[in-house]
């Protein structure tokens, strides 16, 4: 090939390469992290602003005082750039888990000092774990603390994406951001199914090291906040305390039979089935519910 051959070539593949850039979409514009102090993170690389919260003022969960004290503390060193730890809510559903988060968020928010930078919260999905890395590269030079929150996290049967999660918690070369903290909830104590670990455990060369290898993940977390059932006083505090909220006037003794009734019928007591039976027991009394949700 002599030089005007290979001087066409190179002009060739200028305008292919040319060509291919326009075809490309741009790149997406970096987030806005004043439009709100909530996100939903969006693969590969979009935060959509969430304005207004579904949550509850974190004087409204009964029952979990021990878990709420050790995680509000916990999210206020952080906000404070202080060391704090990451955190695994697991255990009962509908006992608050992932109402704390949120609620812990709202508190910290509100007890920071003027011009003291918002701590944000991001709430990444369950089947966006993978996309974990770019999610902190997002944050890692920002100013602000980012609380990145999953909720109902956990692995099923041949699912590698808990490696992800490892490497970005704690083992990666450039590990966690020291502006990011991870919050989970889950039924799960260790994340994993048994079946699962006690299948790598069968097939594994060292069964011992296969069963660590699963059970360090739930390591990876510093806090393990375990949520239990409540008792039949504290299930009718939670009533109480919603009833309150919302303005509700009803005779005491006949919220009391019908709301045991309503946890009956349910087969269980949690803040959620008592927030079901208010929802109920407004429509009922023809009361609409005002929001009660912290922007």
């Known amino acids: 090939m002599d030089s005007a051959e290979f001087t066409r070539l190179i002009q060739t593949m200028e305008r292919i390469a040319q060509g291919l850039e326009r075809l490309a979409p741009p790149p997406a514009p970096a987030p806005d992290f004043t439009a709100a102090d909530c996100f939903v993170f969006e693969p590969p690389a979009a935060l959509v ?3 207004i919260v579904n949550r509850v003022p974190i004087e409204l969960l009964r ?3 021990r878990s709420r004290d050790i995680l509000l503390e916990n999210t206020e ?3 404070r750039g202080l060391p704090a730890n990451n955190a695994l809510l697991w255990g009962a559903r509908g006992m608050g888990k992932s109402s704390l988060v949120k609620a812990a968020h709202a508190a910290v928010n509100a007890a920071l000092p003027a011009g003291t930078p918002r701590l944000k919260l991001i709430e990444i999905h369950r089947e966006d774990i993978d ?7 997002l944050v890692r030079e920002v100013s602000c603390p980012f609380l990145l929150y999953c909720d109902d996290l956990s692995f099923d049967m041949g699912d590698s994406a808990y490696k992800s999660l490892k490497a970005a918690l704690e083992g990666g070369v450039e590990g966690r951001p020291p502006n990011v903290l991870f919050y989970a909830t889950s039924n799960r104590r260790h994340l994993l199914p048994r079946d699962m670990i006690e299948n790598e455990r069968s097939t594994a060369i060292n ?3 296969a ?3 699963k059970v360090s993940l739930s390591d990876r977390f510093g806090l393990w906040l375990g949520f239990h059932r409540c008792s039949q006083d504290e299930y009718l505090a939670m009533i109480d305390g919603y009833l309150a909220a919302y303005d509700i006037a009803a005779d005491s003794e006949v919220v009391r039979r019908e709301a045991l009734e309503w946890a009956t019928t349910r087969g269980s007591r949690s803040g959620r089935v008592a927030y079901q039976f208010v929802q109920d027991l407004a429509g009922r ?3 609409p519910l005002t929001a009660i949700g912290v922007v």
Do not use: N, T, W, Y
Not at 131 to 137: T, V
């Open 77 to 79: 060193r952080f906000a």
């Open 285 to 287: 009394k023809e009361r």
């Open 49 to 51: 602003p969430v304005r």
């Open 63 to 65: 029952g979990i005082d």
């Open 207 to 209: 069964p011992g090291e």
């Open 131 to 137: 996309h974990l890395p770019q999610l902190m590269s």
């Open 211 to 213: 069963v660590e290898e």
